[in-house]
């Protein structure tokens, strides 16, 4: 807070003009990542505390060291794109950086992420043990259908039982956390449609053809 | 940033403020505006609203994607820092161990306090709401009625600004001509929930928000809010000024660099600055009230989180602002051969009656949103609609089994995706196995925006049950002794909750919605612990007579004229309305009523 009589009198367009500025510059440097650590190490390391900068634009890492090794960094980035494909309107899963989110998230010090880690590592290691069973192959290595071939079985509780009692948990959590981590990058809101967080001088209501859809005109 | 340290601290005030929120802001502004020399003390940290808050920023630029953590437990985003339900150091007890007598107690330790962290909600009481026992024979009544606080709501509304729209409703009060600010358009989620919520008695109208939809008559408003003062007319007209209407993007919740919406610091604390009666002393965690000879306040001990030591800020008045519980706490820690119970607490009714929002919700899938044609939804950061209660005439003597009533809020459309926004993806789109690959991205990209979900927030009456006291043992990194709650919901509170269920039911089945039949043992689930919806109020209600409470109609306490109240903790009742602007409205009130005083030389 600085003394009222020195702030600036900004009008409304500079003001747009700095957010959109602002807003353009945050998206230039989320798609830089960081490269992967090799050691497994257990987590003692610290959180961000309870005053953390909250405009600064943080990357997996920049708090907390990752911790997947570069095998298991293989098989997660195999399957984020699996469970997130590039298709002709978006990226991959791994185009956007969801593994090093993975990483983040499983080398994090915090309750609910370290309840996470022992069922993500196993789960990377069922996934791994599946490939090896059925193909003799890394599952990174595997064909694209032969990857799907192994997701189904995860992802269906039924038949993940014959891997383990827990092999559908394990794909349920990574799923959603490799999805939830994808569409919450610009290119992902984009492709499900999430086009706001843009400033604008008026508020003009839905269009016409959205209260058309709802039959509301 | 003309905040001060504890070194230079002047001799005396005329008001010492503990807190800095709606409560203390409003107080301080009302006070300096008129020339009364006021210190805030605030327990938190300085914070620049125009510096520290992150609009823009995405889930993906968070540690995380921005989910709650001990550290930062409303998400990293959200405007809170050093703030939460727990607090490293400054712990609160529970008496009873069943989940339906927890109670939590969210603590905002910064500057502008839980002004930050708000929806902007702002609903005016309405006549019944101040009158519960009279109309429903429960509860107490206030000593004030509607008519007077009319006058202070309408002031603080133009002074925060408030969009709205002034629909003639049953016990959801009117503005004044002149008052609201516009109200900014519905979206095709709240449109489509006006026209079905209909078929079963919901009305689906504008809400009130502390948010900027113009810009604010920096040429008019000054002179109605300080008639023959032209130096506050020109402070607060140059603030006005200072004020850019909301740009409709990013969620309220994280603050507002542009001062679109209302924040203590923004609109309170910096006019207040700017007439020089007022010092701010940050990193002040008050300790207990000082007394004179003949049981007089005299200021304000505190530690300076800063040093660790003790300092004391003397002052003529002192004006507790800290939040009901933490108000209630100062005065409980307040001790003395004079006041053996207590400061203000010769009735024994200081930590009594403590009420909360009594709240659950409900959300469905409606299909009519599927392939929904792509259109920025953000808005207001907010609501833009909600469901006022109506049902006044089938509860006109508790008659559905609870006193006062509930309103619906609700967010709808396609608003930023989190980390668990599609955590539930498979179920809703009928699929037995967990969805992955180009199915789950044509998925998700059709169901975005379908999922609207209603959460009630209703009227709750003081039980014996809920109150507070000190824990015996239990003391906080300072050394001060910490709060120990009780809670308990009545039968009014649980009828309430089946009520809510069953009509959001009902509701979310008129919009197309299917929802799954509410089950009694589901209740205790449904029903958010006391707290959780960061609304308590009470410990230090106001009433006609000092026996059964704490302080008079201008929460003034009883026992001790010199000591006020500008939080929640004199209210009464809660009613089904968000508590803030009332706060501020009593404040205001509140500050008249002492500078008459200080005037006539009572106090």
Request: proline letters at 6%; one cysteine or more.
């Amino acid at each position: 807070m600085s003394k009222p009589d020195c702030l600036p009198r900004i009008d409304r367009r500079a003001a747009i003009q700095w957010m959109l500025g602002a807003a353009a510059a945050i998206a230039a440097r989320d798609t830089r990542l960081l490269a992967a650590d090799d050691t497994a190490a257990p987590i003692t390391a610290k959180g961000y505390g309870p005053d953390p900068s909250m405009v600064t634009i943080y990357k997996p890492g920049d708090v907390w060291p990752l911790t997947l090794t570069e095998p298991q960094r293989r098989t997660t980035r195999a399957l984020c794109d699996v469970i997130v494909p590039a298709d002709d309107t978006s990226p991959s899963a791994s185009a956007v950086g969801v593994p090093d989110f993975i990483d983040e998230w499983i080398s994090a010090p915090y309750p609910d992420q370290a309840k996470d880690r022992p069922l993500l590592l196993d789960g990377l290691r069922w996934i791994e043990e599946e490939a090896q069973r059925r193909h003799q192959t890394a599952f990174a290595d595997l064909s694209g259908a032969q990857q799907t071939g192994i997701c189904e079985t995860f992802a269906d509780a039924v038949k993940a039982k014959a891997i383990h009692a827990k092999a559908a948990a394990f794909f349920k959590r990574f799923r959603d956390l490799t999805f939830g981590a994808w569409c919450t990058t610009p290119e992902g809101m984009k492709a499900i449609g999430y086009i706001g967080n843009v400033p604008s001088v008026s508020f003009t209501g839905p269009p016409l053809e959205a209260l058309k859809h709802v039959g509301l005109a | 940033m003309p905040l001060i340290t504890a070194e230079k601290l002047r001799d005396s005030y005329d008001v010492v403020i503990v807190g800095s929120g709606a409560g203390g802001g409003q107080t301080a502004y009302t006070l300096t505006m008129e020339g009364v020399k006021v210190l805030v003390l605030e327990a938190g940290r300085s914070f620049d609203v125009q510096t520290e808050v992150a609009m823009f920023q995405l889930p993906s630029q968070a540690p995380l994607r921005g989910v709650a953590t001990p550290d930062k437990q409303y998400g990293f985003h959200d405007c809170s820092i050093n703030s939460g339900w727990d607090i490293p150091g400054e712990p609160y007890t529970q008496a009873g161990k069943a989940p339906e007598n927890q109670f939590r107690w969210w603590r905002q330790r910064m500057m502008g306090g839980r002004t930050n962290h708000w929806g902007r909600i702002s609903l005016r009481n309405g006549p019944y709401d101040f009158k519960p026992r009279s109309r429903w024979g429960a509860g107490f009544d206030w000593p004030i009625s509607y008519e007077d606080v009319a006058p202070y709501y309408d002031k603080v509304e133009m002074l925060i600004g408030v969009f709205g729209t002034n629909e003639g409703l049953e016990n959801s009060p009117d503005s004044s001509p002149g008052v609201l600010q516009p109200a900014p358009k519905l979206r095709v989620g709240e449109l489509y929930a006006q026209k079905h919520g209909k078929k079963v008695g919901a009305h689906v109208t504008s809400i009130h928000r502390a948010v900027l939809t113009q810009p604010q008559d920096a040429e008019t408003l000054p002179a109605k809010l300080h008639p023959g003062n032209p130096k506050a007319q020109g402070i607060l007209a140059e603030h006005m000024r200072n004020r850019l209407p909301c740009f409709w993007a990013t969620d309220c919740h994280r603050g507002c660099t542009i001062r679109a919406n209302y924040d203590s610091q923004t609109v309170h604390l910096r006019p207040a600055l700017a007439t020089g009666n007022l010092d701010i002393l940050p990193n002040a965690m008050a300790r207990e009230i000082t007394i004179d000879k003949e049981g007089k306040a005299t200021g304000i001990t505190f530690i300076d989180k800063t040093t660790g030591r003790e300092g004391h800020a003397k002052g003529r008045v002192v004006v507790l602002a800290a939040s009901s519980m933490e108000s209630v706490r100062l005065l409980l820690n307040s001790k003395s051969n004079l006041f053996p119970q207590g400061l203000a607490n010769s009735s024994g009714k200081v930590g009594t009656s403590i009420t909360d929002s009594v709240a659950s919700g409900l959300g469905a899938y409606i299909p009519a949103f599927e392939g929904m044609p792509i259109h920025n939804e953000d808005g207001a950061g907010g609501a833009h609609a909600y469901v006022p209660w109506t049902l006044h005439a089938q509860n006109r003597n508790g008659e559905l089994g609870f006193p006062g009533g509930y309103h619906l809020e609700f967010a709808s459309g396609r608003r930023m995706p989190t980390l668990t926004t599609f955590s539930g993806i498979d179920s809703r789109s009928g699929s037995a196995t967990t969805l992955f690959g180009a199915r789950l991205k044509e998925d998700a990209r059709r169901v975005h925006g379908c999922v609207l979900g209603f959460a009630a927030q209703g009227s709750m009456l003081p039980n014996d049950g809920s109150y507070c006291e000190l824990d015996p043992e239990i003391k906080d990194r300072w050394g001060i002794p910490v709060l120990r709650f009780h809670w308990k919901w009545t039968e009014f509170e649980r009828n309430q909750v089946r009520h809510q269920q069953k009509h959001i039911r009902e509701l979310l089945e008129a919009l197309g919605g299917s929802v799954k039949p509410f089950v009694e043992a589901d209740l205790i689930e449904s029903m958010k612990p006391g707290g959780s919806v960061i609304h308590e109020v009470g410990g230090a209600i106001m009433g006609s007579d000092a026996a059964t409470s704490v302080t008079n109609q201008w929460s003034q306490t009883w026992d001790v004229k010199n000591v006020f109240l500008a939080d929640g903790a004199p209210f009464a009742s809660t009613a089904d309305k968000n508590p803030t602007l009332t706060i501020m409205a009593l404040a205001w009130r509140m500050a008249d009523h002492l500078m008459d005083e200080l005037k006539k030389g009572n106090i």
